[in-house]
């Protein structure tokens, strides 16, 4: 099973950027769907962007237009850029990775993926 670590949360304010970054423990890129999910308090989790191992990608639409899925294939890491946040993206985000078929892969359905990491923390105040 492979091992996901998230990094790169914090605290901004609204209309700045961060990235988050995802690393893997073993060679993920050539075979792995590669998704970020986010969970508010009281809400469910959801999926807001994915990555296939092609390199196809597709977004919530809660976030198209600032949000873009990279990954950096020589490093075994998924990347989350995310512009002009906004108080509602305030969520804890997920890394995830599955072996999937890609159009199963954009679908970014919750219960195809398999491995998670343990999350971390972004706050957007107004």
């Known amino acids: 099973q492979v091992e996901l670590v998230e990094s790169g949360g914090g605290s901004v304010q609204a209309g700045e950027s961060l990235r988050l970054s995802c690393t893997a423990s073993?060679?993920?890129?050539?075979?792995?769907?590669m998704g970020w999910f986010r969970q508010a308090p009281g809400k469910e989790r959801e999926g807001v962007a994915s990555?296939?191992?092609?390199?196809?990608?597709s977004y919530a639409d809660s976030v198209k237009g600032r949000f873009t899925i990279s990954k950096d294939n020589a490093k075994n890491t998924l990347y989350l850029q995310m512009n002009t946040l906004k108080p509602e993206d305030t969520a804890m985000y997920y890394c995830?990775?599955?072996?999937?078929?890609?159009?199963?892969?954009?679908?970014?359905?919750?219960?195809?993926?398999?491995?998670w990491g343990q999350g971390t923390q972004v706050t957007v105040s107004s």
């Open positions: 995830a990775a599955a072996l999937l078929l890609p159009w199963y892969c954009l679908e970014r359905t919750r219960s195809r993926f398999g491995a």
């Open positions: 073993e060679y993920t890129s050539s075979r792995y769907c």
């Open positions: 990555i296939t191992a092609d390199g196809g990608t």
